[in-house]
């Protein structure tokens, strides 16, 4: 990332970001860059709230609320009895009193308690009330698989919620995304679930927080809800992925390149509301596609977006729209997973079936 | 059981019952349900509550003639097809009325879908009310006008909804204080347990009031628990639980109201089982017939909220048959705004269906709204011409 800030750093003062001195980009992880977001939601706006289970003095299992309630407060950050619909249901009432609470899920699979008030309250009060009623919350989950978890700690749950209407349903990429999609779901009026993958938390990218913060307070961060981005352009084929089979297909086009072939990989980053425009652009171009996704492929968000694609390009296309996601089956135990789990090889087979002999 | 036993200071006066001295027993409820005006009409010599005065009884009576009225001409306009269903609370009105007044402008009702009277009692509009039963919408009024949330048709989930809006004034420190309302099977949900746990975690301002009125559709209170009564649960989430007549209008004024400005105080959240009866069927959708007597139904009729406190009020000269016609021309006026708007036709527009599910319309959902608008405007185009709309072949 290019620094783009006014005046240098004194010596002995870069990577400090308070002293007054502008920071140089640093390997900044996806987990730190989604605790500055907090962190920064929560300092421009004291309606905002951050709840669950282990978020208080931890810092969260992942430490992603590492430090909230020693700089905010125990009002503000602050643990709840473990009980998953309890953390929802009390989001939703603090809604509808002016707050924009955000809650943690533990995990994908410890959510399911909650899926009630999320199904029939977070996602149906505003419509109900005809816009009355609002509720700003996010529902931040550590979600989908690849970090050797026991049983109940890997799924991937996002059809689930791409299927309820009134949801928002993001999944960032990168590590920037991370930060400003977050900040950007804080915003928004609307609920929004808020999927991180795991396997990323560690993922670094060069980036300086502060200039981040700056830049998403002035209004100057592009809005990514709703919009998919060309992680990678490409000419041959387009590979549609989002969260953590985005670093995968990266990987795939990277491989196929060596082989002679111009992949193309989008990073949708929203699932809901999902960017036809990006999507169809790139395959109408490329007249090829394959979608990426770590969820079972059976009535999955992966087949939404074929139906989707193969919808409006079908003149375009010179083959079936693939897919690759995971098997129909419960999330494999850690020895097992990678077995599941999409991988550079798999796509680059899928790619290699993409009827290339066919091509006039 | 030993009356002596009982009459000590209500638990929400801060007193234990009998008199028992550790703080744990203090949560317990009364070993009889608080009662300060009996079925005949007459005060009892309970003297854990105060008796509410006259002017305050008169003034909350008038609201059970006008509750009983809603439910009979609501019950009515299911039978004539102008309601799609109706589920009374002929018989509670007195747990009704009593949500309802015992809150300030301040404070927030949480209601279920069988307590329309608390919330026109609470001042909402009754066609607003009516709306979601109706059919137009699933909500028909701004929580926010009159601070009372949407009916809640699942059960108990809005327990925590209040826990969340209590503990939100809270964090601001305002004087807030919030009734939810839920039935006698809602007690055996998960959000029932989850609510009054955060409630107590939180100390939050909230007051959760049961409605028991013995069935859950067709399932007796003895399906549910086997504990020694709903207000019992209390004591397990560290709060205060009451029992009160559910018929007893003064009662119910005197514990309500007691929870309300415990919980205003800063005293945290209580629990107030009302034991009651459901008159009717759950709907007029429901066959009662298949579950209970007439017998059954039978015994409570003498227990009625609104023949013991009109005796009472007729025998201290405080309701007078100028009063009572004043009344019944009060229930007479409302009864008929209601069947005129109901028998009014409504416009709905299928327009609106995209209009809320998002504060901006999705490109998909947008395309899915001119699909809808261009099939409109074809049949409307067909309706103008006096065709049916179809062109060759059968295909509209």
Known sequence: MTQTTVGAPAPGTAGTSDTGAVPAPRATTFAKALNAALADAMEADSAVLMFGEDVGPLGGVFRITDGLTARFGEERCFDTPLAEAGIMGMAVGMAMNGMKPVVEMQFDAFAYPAFEQVVSHVAKMPNRTKGKVRLPIVIRIPYAGGIGGVEHHCDSSEAYYAHTPGLTVLAPATVRDAYFMLREAIASPDPVVFLEPKKLYWSKEEVDLAELRRTFDGGQAPRRIGRAVVARPGTDATLISYGPSVPTALAAAAAAAEEGRSIEVIDLRSIVPFDDETVCASVRRTGRAVVVAEAPGFASVASEIVARVQERCFHSLAAPVLRVTGFDIPYPSPKLEHFYLPSVDRILDAVDALQWEDRP | ?396
């Not at chain 2, 609370?89 to 402008?105: D, I, R």
């Not at chain 2, 709907?283 to 009109?310: F, G, K, L, Q």
């Open chain 2, 1 to 396: 059981m030993s009356t002596a036993t009982n009459k000590g200071r209500g638990s929400l006066m801060g007193g234990a019952p009998g008199g028992a001295p550790s703080a744990a027993h203090a949560l317990l409820p009364s070993d009889e349900p608080v009662q300060l005006v009996d079925q005949h009409g007459h005060p009892t010599d309970d003297e854990r509550y105060p008796l509410p005065d006259g002017e305050r009884l008169l003034g909350a009576y008038g609201r059970l003639v006008t509750g009983r009225r809603i439910n009979d001409q609501a019950n009515a306009l299911v039978r004539q097809g102008r309601l799609a269903v109706y589920p009374s609370s002929h018989g509670q009105e007195a747990c009704q009325v009593a949500a309802a007044v015992v809150l300030g402008g301040e404070d927030w009702l949480f209601p279920t879908y069988r307590d329309t009277v608390a919330v026109i009692t609470r001042g909402v509009d009754p066609l607003e009310v009516l709306t979601l039963l109706r059919g137009d919408w699933h909500a028909g009024y701004d929580p926010y006008e009159h601070r009372v949330a949407t009916q809640a048709t699942p059960l108990a989930t809005q327990l925590l909804h209040a826990v969340g809006v209590a503990h939100a004034a809270k964090l601001r420190g305002e004087p807030t204080v919030v009734l939810a309302m839920c039935g006698d099977g809602a007690t055996s949900e998960g959000d029932f347990h989850e609510a009054l746990n955060f409630a107590a975690v939180f100390h939050v301002p909230v007051v959760f009031f049961i409605q028991n009125n013995e069935f859950a559709i067709s399932v007796p209170l003895k399906n549910q628990t086997v504990a020694p009564s709903l207000a019992h649960k209390a004591i397990g989430y560290g709060m205060p639980g009451e029992r009160v007549d559910g018929n007893d209008l003064a009662a119910l004024l005197a514990v309500l109201g007691a929870a309300v400005d415990r919980a205003r105080d800063g005293g945290g959240p209580s629990l107030v089982e009302a034991h009651t009866y459901r008159m009717q069927a759950h709907t007029n959708a429901d066959d009662a017939t298949r579950y209970r007597s007439a017998d059954d139904v039978e015994r409570w009729v003498p227990r009625d909220p609104i023949a013991r406190m009109r005796t009472y009020l007729r025998t201290l000269d405080l309701l007078t048959d100028e009063g009572e016609r004043a009344l019944a021309d009060d229930a007479d006026a409302i009864a008929a705004a209601i069947r005129k708007g109901l028998n009014t036709e409504v416009d709905v527009n299928p327009a609106e269906l995209f209009e809320y599910v998002y504060t901006e319309k999705t490109s998909q959902l947008r395309e899915q709204a001119a699909l809808l608008r261009e099939e409109l405007a074809r049949d409307a185009d067909a309706a103008a011409a006096g065709t049916d709309g179809s062109i060759e072949g059968g295909r509209r």
